[in-house]
């Protein structure tokens, strides 16, 4: 990424970052419009989050309305330290191993669950994107959760790695060793597939 294009990535993202933090002031205010409007901007994010996580599209879909719902009481609480996506993504993880204790959950690939079907209608293109991005996420099954976990929250969710510690609850160091880690096993694996 181009010095240029840095710069208008990071006024984008502090632009979003004042946005989520003015939806949190209006809910701590009691604006169900300003929950509304948070749910829009990071609920597909975090439902994708707790998919991954708990392998159970009907439970990822209960845990999210658990966060939101956590989001809205604790919303004069949120000092701003982390971004408001990064507190969504701490409260989800904490309700993910909570709905993980309370009930055994039938364990599935993590591709199974964020599986994408390509239809006879769509452009071939489309189809090689969707094949790359099938076997990206099968080769991340073959990865220890830990790994996994890491790599879901850096590319999909686009975390910085200050973010993931925060989210995941360890040391900046131990991200950095389990994404090299990662990296390295997922190269190892899709090679292995080619």
């Known amino acids: 990424m181009g010095d240029h294009n840095l710069a208008r990535h990071n006024v984008a993202r502090h632009q979003d970052d004042d946005a989520d933090l003015a939806l949190v002031r209006g809910m701590a205010a009691g604006d169900t419009g300003a929950l509304d409007a948070l749910y829009a ?28 719902l956590a989001a809205w009481h604790s919303a004069a609480d949120f000092r701003g330290d982390s971004s408001v996506r990064t507190w969504l993504l701490v409260i989800a993880r904490n309700r993910a191993i909570n709905m993980h204790r309370k009930r055994r959950l039938p364990i599935i690939a993590f591709s199974d669950a964020l599986e994408a079907q390509a239809t006879d209608t769509e452009p071939l ?5 969707k094949a790359r991005h099938a076997a990206v996420r099968e080769a991340l099954d073959h990865l220890p959760a830990p ?29 950095k060793s389990r994404l090299h880690r990662a990296k390295d096993a997922l190269r190892r694996v899709l090679s292995l597939e080619d």
Do not use: C, N, W
């Open 41 to 68: 901007r990071h609920g597909p994010a975090i439902l994708s989050f707790l998919v991954a996580r708990l392998y159970d599209r009907q439970a990822a879909e209960e845990v999210l309305q658990d966060v939101m």
């Open 147 to 175: 790994q996994r976990e890491v790599l879901t929250l850096a590319f999909f969710h686009h975390l910085s790695g200050p973010e993931i510690a925060e989210v995941l609850d360890i040391e900046i160091g131990t991200v």
């Open 125 to 129: 293109e489309k189809v090689a994107r």
